[in-house]
């Protein structure tokens, strides 16, 4: 008998993932050192912001476990993940004679870490590199990449990645206008990424809630899109279903190592393969995320919380949106209604972790501003990997957000 949302089963499908090491675990920063060494690294620098670089509960542990394979820390990055920040962290990356990186704290630390890496082996001056990057929106890739080891504090998922986002504003005194873009190379994976529940407890309660919400709907889109595979299937139902019922008890009992385990493992387990050379599984839900903080001041978690009901419902007005297998994954396959039932699940964990669920309680657009968003949600890249047959045009993502206002 198939299972749930098996309408896939027996298609044919390509899946080329290479993930680097992973490590689970409480306490599992301990063995930073262990694991430079088993791939031969010798002097790692820590790419972080300054919150995370001034944390005694988050550094103390950092440094014990990398001991003397610590080069140095460079403590600078920011969320609008800066071009100007990057070159700032491979100029200390050179001055520290380190051979990788150990981009420590959530997706921004990451990306610029990942910048970081790009600028390392290409030997770019901040010139040139400015110059490229205001040209193309990219930076190519030169010669070997300096190797990652991502250590998340944060639960947006954007560890087990071959892209980054990076952005250059004129304050910096490298271009004349505002230039966004990213990178994206299968060299980009980071070779091991440890997920230490106890180190992710140290972060704030309102800073995770936000990423739980950014990391659980990765989960929820790669069931759906449109390029999900068996194995995709697989790893992001059963971390759906970790997370759903991780983050509800989050929720409830508050943030400590014990009730992160599940929502970490799930974390895990939801970004397994979405991430893929030349493609990713990240779909409607992101698209709108993107439109919602593109010069706007909300967080993308929050814009995730509002929007991620309202955008299932109208998906699954129009499409199937295998239903069935997300019901299944979020424990609610013996419902009347499957889509219903999935919608309620999401907004169930929004509800449980104390996030907004309107439009007007965020500092996102206001109405009159919906049609302009609507443009940058539709030219969005992640609206193609939408379910098969869905047509998204402006007018359906102006309904779902005055819906959702």
Same mark, same amino acid.
């Given at each position: 008998?198939?299972?749930?949302?098996?309408?896939?089963?027996?298609?044919?499908?390509?899946?080329?993932?290479?993930?680097?090491?992973?490590?689970?675990?409480?306490?599992?920063?301990?063995?930073?050192?262990?694991?430079?060494?088993?791939?031969?690294?010798?002097?790692?620098?820590?790419?972080?912001?300054?919150?995370?670089?001034?944390?005694? %509960?988050? +550094?103390?542990?950092?440094?014990?476990?990398?001991?003397?394979?610590?080069?140095?820390?460079?403590?600078?990055?920011?969320?609008?993940?800066?071009?100007?920040?990057?070159?700032?962290? =491979?100029?200390?990356?050179?001055?520290?004679?380190?051979?990788?990186?150990?981009?420590?704290?959530?997706?921004?630390?990451?990306?610029?870490?990942?910048?970081?890496?790009?600028?390392?082996?290409?030997?770019?001056?901040?010139?040139?590199?400015?110059?490229?990057?205001?040209?193309?929106?990219?930076?190519?890739?030169?010669?070997?990449?300096?190797?990652?080891?991502?250590?998340?504090?944060?639960?947006?998922? %954007?560890?087990?990645?071959?892209?980054?986002?990076?952005?250059?504003?004129?304050?910096?005194?490298?271009?004349?206008?505002?230039?966004?873009?990213?990178?994206?190379?299968?060299?980009?994976?980071?070779?091991?990424?440890?997920?230490?529940?106890?180190?992710?407890?140290?972060?704030?309660?309102?800073?995770?809630?936000?990423?739980? +919400?950014?990391?659980?709907?990765?989960?929820?889109?790669?069931?759906?899109?449109?390029?999900?595979?068996?194995?995709?299937?697989?790893?992001?139902?059963?971390?759906?279903?970790? +997370?759903?019922?991780?983050?509800?008890?989050?929720?409830?009992?508050?943030?400590?190592?014990?009730?992160?385990?599940?929502?970490?493992?799930?974390?895990?387990?939801?970004?397994?393969?979405?991430?893929?050379?030349?493609?990713?599984?990240?779909?409607?839900?992101?698209?709108?995320?993107?439109?919602?903080?593109?010069?706007?001041?909300?967080?993308?978690? %929050?814009?995730?919380?509002?929007?991620?009901?309202?955008?299932?419902?109208?998906?699954?007005?129009?499409?199937?949106?295998?239903?069935?297998?997300?019901?299944?994954?979020?424990?609610?396959?013996?419902?009347?209604?499957?889509?219903?039932?999935?919608?309620?699940?999401?907004?169930?964990?929004?509800?449980?972790?104390?996030?907004?669920?309107?439009?007007?309680?965020?500092?996102?657009?206001?109405?009159?501003?919906?049609?302009?968003?609507?443009?940058?949600?539709?030219?969005?890249?992640?609206?193609?990997?939408?379910?098969?047959?869905?047509?998204?045009?402006?007018?359906?993502?102006?309904?779902?957000? =005055?819906?959702?206002?």
């Amino acid at each position: 008998m198939p299972v749930p949302g098996s309408d896939r089963v027996g298609a044919p499908f390509r899946f080329d993932y290479d993930p680097g090491v992973l490590r689970y675990g409480a306490g599992c920063v301990a063995d930073l050192a262990d694991e430079l060494e088993r791939q031969g690294f010798e002097r790692a620098l820590v790419v972080c912001g300054s919150t995370v670089g001034s944390t005694p %509960a988050v +550094m103390d542990p950092i440094r014990d476990g990398l001991g003397d394979r610590l080069a140095g820390v460079f403590a600078e990055t920011t969320p609008e993940k800066r071009l100007s920040t990057a070159l700032d962290a =491979r100029d200390a990356y050179r001055e520290h004679d380190a051979d990788a990186l150990v981009a420590l704290g959530g997706g921004s630390s990451l990306d610029v870490a990942k910048a970081v890496s790009v600028l390392a082996a290409g030997g770019h001056d901040r010139e040139a590199a400015a110059r490229e990057f205001a040209e193309t929106g990219t930076l190519a890739v030169e010669g070997a990449l300096v190797p990652i080891v991502a250590v998340p504090t944060t639960l947006a998922g %954007a560890d087990l990645s071959v892209v980054a986002g990076l952005n250059a504003h004129p304050e910096a005194g490298l271009v004349n206008e505002t230039v966004s873009g990213g990178l994206s190379d299968r060299g980009l994976m980071p070779r091991a990424v440890c997920y230490d529940p106890a180190l992710v407890a140290t972060t704030p309660r309102d800073v995770l809630v936000g990423s739980a +919400m950014n990391g659980f709907d990765k989960g929820v889109e790669t069931l759906y899109a449109a390029n999900a595979t068996p194995v995709t299937d697989a790893t992001a139902a059963r971390g759906l279903g970790l +997370m759903a019922d991780g983050l509800r008890e989050l929720g409830r009992d508050g943030v400590d190592a014990d009730a992160l385990e599940p929502v970490l493992e799930g974390l895990l387990l939801v970004q397994y393969g979405i991430s893929r050379p030349g493609e990713t599984t990240l779909s409607v839900i992101h698209a709108f995320g993107h439109g919602l903080t593109d010069g706007y001041a909300v967080q993308q978690g %929050a814009a995730h919380a509002v929007v991620a009901p309202h955008v299932l419902r109208y998906l699954f007005e129009e499409v199937d949106g295998r239903r069935d297998l997300l019901a299944d994954a979020l424990g609610v396959a013996d419902a009347d209604d499957p889509a219903d039932a999935v919608v309620e699940a999401v907004a169930d964990v929004r509800d449980a972790l104390g996030l907004p669920d309107s439009l007007a309680d965020v500092a996102g657009p206001e109405p009159s501003e919906f049609p302009a968003v609507a443009e940058t949600v539709v030219g969005d890249s992640f609206v193609a990997n939408a379910p098969p047959d869905l047509d998204l045009t402006t007018e359906d993502v102006v309904a779902v957000l =005055r819906a959702a206002y």
